[in-house]
């Protein structure tokens, strides 16, 4: 997995997440995962990190979720834990896996699947950032059962490898594929400079249509 420099994750924190995608986009590959898989606790930090990748299908079996305790107990500080249930309406995460998880310093989760717990989430840990397709109460326990860890995933329509960076804020996620991380800093910095001075020309302008002639950005 990629050692990320800490520049490099804080530059990320102080970008929107809307300017990242762009950035992806202009270098030809979809970032964005689908709008189905957003913030569920509202307040907690940006998060930003390396994606470590869990996969869950459907099962009759009653086992715990073996590979997704791993990531949590076996990543290093600052993964992004990243689960594929195929958009199930079972919890694939929940309150104990995240009292797990900020033990082990896990930057937070993202999950093509629900969570439960939220409210036990948000009173005890406040700043632990959590995105999936729902809430729901429904455990996996005899439903769905993990097959594979860092292996690649699928979330929210786009493909996420391991070690590729996760950025998420209010208005969703964004996935960055590792080789592209750099290239991509680069451009969503362009892009957030530009739309400051695209700001202040619509403010001094008094003109919408003026700011877009010129930037050519909406």
């Not at 958009?87 to 033990?103: H, I, N, Q, S």
């Not at 804020?169 to 996935?175: P, S, T």
């Given at each position: 997995m990629p050692p990320y420099s800490e520049d490099v994750l804080e530059a990320f924190r102080s970008i929107a997440t809307a300017s990242v995608a762009d950035a992806v986009e202009q270098h030809g590959v979809r970032g964005y995962l689908s709008g189905a898989v957003g913030q569920v606790t509202p307040g907690a930090r940006t998060l930003v990190g390396p994606a470590v990748t869990v996969r869950e299908v459907p099962t009759s079996e009653s086992q715990p979720p073996a590979h997704a305790l791993a990531a949590i107990d076996e990543s290093p500080a600052g993964s992004v834990v990243c689960i594929d249930?195929?958009?199930?309406?079972?919890?694939?995460?929940?309150?104990?896996?995240?009292?797990?998880?900020?033990?082990r310093g896990i930057a937070g989760c993202v999950l093509d699947g629900g969570v439960r717990d939220v409210t036990e989430i948000q009173r005890d840990y406040p700043g632990?950032?959590?995105y999936a397709r729902s809430s729901v109460p429904a455990t996996t326990l005899g439903r769905y059962r993990?097959?594979?860890?860092?292996?690649?995933?699928?979330?929210?329509?786009?493909?996420?490898?391991?070690?590729?960076?996760?950025?998420?804020?209010?208005?969703?996620?964004?996935?960055?594929?590792?080789?592209?991380?750099?290239?991509?800093?680069?451009?969503?910095?362009?892009?957030?400079?530009?739309?400051?001075?695209?700001?202040?020309?619509?403010?001094?302008?008094?003109?919408?249509?003026?700011?877009?002639?010129?930037?050519n950005r909406i």
């Open positions: 249930a195929g958009g199930a309406d079972v919890a694939v995460w929940g309150g104990l896996m995240t009292a797990g998880a900020v033990a632990f950032p959590v993990t097959v594979s860890l860092n292996q690649p995933v699928v979330l929210g329509e786009v493909t996420v490898h391991p070690g590729d960076l996760v950025v998420a804020d209010r208005d969703g996620v964004v996935v960055i594929p590792r080789a592209l991380v750099e290239d991509v800093l680069r451009t969503a910095l362009e892009i957030e400079e530009r739309e400051k001075e695209q700001t202040r020309l619509i403010i001094a302008s008094g003109s919408l249509r003026d700011g877009l002639a010129k930037y």
